[in-house]
């Protein structure tokens, strides 16, 4: 759904590195702990807090595996949406 109405998947800027740097600052403010929300099922959650930035790393590339198979390898279509048109600059 999110793929077909243009919306991004994934980004370029969603590496392993930043990955990393954002969840270590992210452990400082929380007491050490992730918190980390995650559905399960849809519509509650859940939070992890034993989640390793290997395991975090690992998952990504499994992510950015899985986007392949989308439209557009699971970039968006534009930045900007419009309702009437679908994107901004169409």
Request: charged share 20%; proline share 3%.
């Amino acid at each position: 759904l999110m793929s077909d109405l243009g919306l991004a998947l994934d980004s370029e800027h969603l590496t392993a590195e930043l990955l990393s740097r954002a969840t270590t600052a992210i452990l400082k403010t929380r007491d050490g702990l992730l918190r980390a929300a995650v559905p399960a099922p849809i519509g509650t959650c859940i939070f992890l807090n034993d989640v390793t930035i290997e395991e975090l790393a690992e998952t990504l590339v499994l992510h950015k595996k899985l986007c392949l198979g989308y439209a557009r390898s699971g970039d968006g279509v534009d930045i900007f949406t419009s309702p009437t048109t679908g994107t901004i600059r169409e």
